[in-house]
């Protein structure tokens, strides 16, 4: 029969472990900038280790008399490190739906829509709980109406709640 100080002891010691490895969940939300695109973020930190970001996307050109709209949609997969208090690393996969639609204004219009997958890895500085900028470099392989493959920079802006 186990005496009531070690009960006491093992009983305080499991509510301790239960309560450190319960993390809230911390969401956010963000805007990526690149030279061709902006798109929204929705970081979602699972726990310190996991994030899902889903990301949306518009930009709209003319040029020349011609009309380019371009529709993203997806989210991303990512591990996270953090190598001091105020810097966040992440990597991971992308999964994303690009709809590119083009007006030639000659009245020959086409579209063309892929199913994008790639690899992307970033980091944030944490100006305080909320606040953080940052940048992200991707390479992506687009399948559907045509295939390509991609890379792209951008600077992050995000704002935890």
Same mark, same amino acid.
């Given at each position: 029969?186990?005496?009531?100080?070690?009960?006491?002891?093992?009983?305080?010691?499991?509510?301790?472990?239960?309560?450190?490895?319960?993390?809230?969940?911390?969401?956010?939300? @963000?805007?990526? /900038?690149? +030279?061709?695109?902006?798109?929204? #973020?929705?970081?979602?930190?699972? &726990? !310190?280790?996991?994030?899902?970001?889903?990301?949306?996307?518009?930009?709209?050109?003319?040029?020349?008399?011609?009309?380019?709209?371009?529709?993203?949609?997806?989210?991303?997969?990512?591990?996270?490190?953090?190598?001091?208090?105020?810097?966040?690393?992440?990597?991971? @996969?992308?999964? /994303?739906? +690009?709809?590119?639609?083009?007006? #030639?204004?000659?009245?020959?219009? &086409? !579209?063309?829509?892929?199913?994008?997958?790639?690899?992307?890895?970033?980091?944030?500085?944490?100006?305080?709980?909320?606040?953080?900028?940052?940048?992200?470099?991707?390479?992506?392989?687009?399948?559907?109406?045509?295939?390509?493959?991609?890379?792209?920079?951008?600077?992050?802006?995000?704002?935890?709640?």
């Amino acid at each position: 029969m186990m005496s009531k100080p070690l009960t006491t002891t093992l009983l305080c010691a499991a509510l301790s472990v239960s309560a450190m490895a319960v993390e809230p969940t911390q969401i956010g939300v @963000g805007v990526g /900038l690149s +030279d061709s695109s902006t798109t929204l #973020r929705l970081p979602i930190n699972l &726990d !310190s280790t996991l994030r899902i970001e889903p990301e949306f996307g518009f930009s709209f050109q003319n040029a020349d008399n011609n009309d380019y709209t371009n529709i993203l949609a997806g989210a991303g997969l990512y591990l996270m490190q953090q190598p001091s208090e105020k810097i966040n690393l992440y990597y991971g @996969g992308k999964m /994303l739906v +690009d709809y590119k639609s083009y007006d #030639r204004g000659t009245g020959f219009d &086409d !579209s063309e829509t892929q199913l994008v997958l790639g690899a992307a890895f970033g980091f944030e500085y944490m100006f305080d709980r909320h606040f953080s900028a940052g940048g992200e470099a991707g390479a992506y392989l687009g399948f559907g109406d045509a295939t390509n493959i991609e890379t792209q920079g951008l600077a992050l802006l995000r704002y935890y709640f």
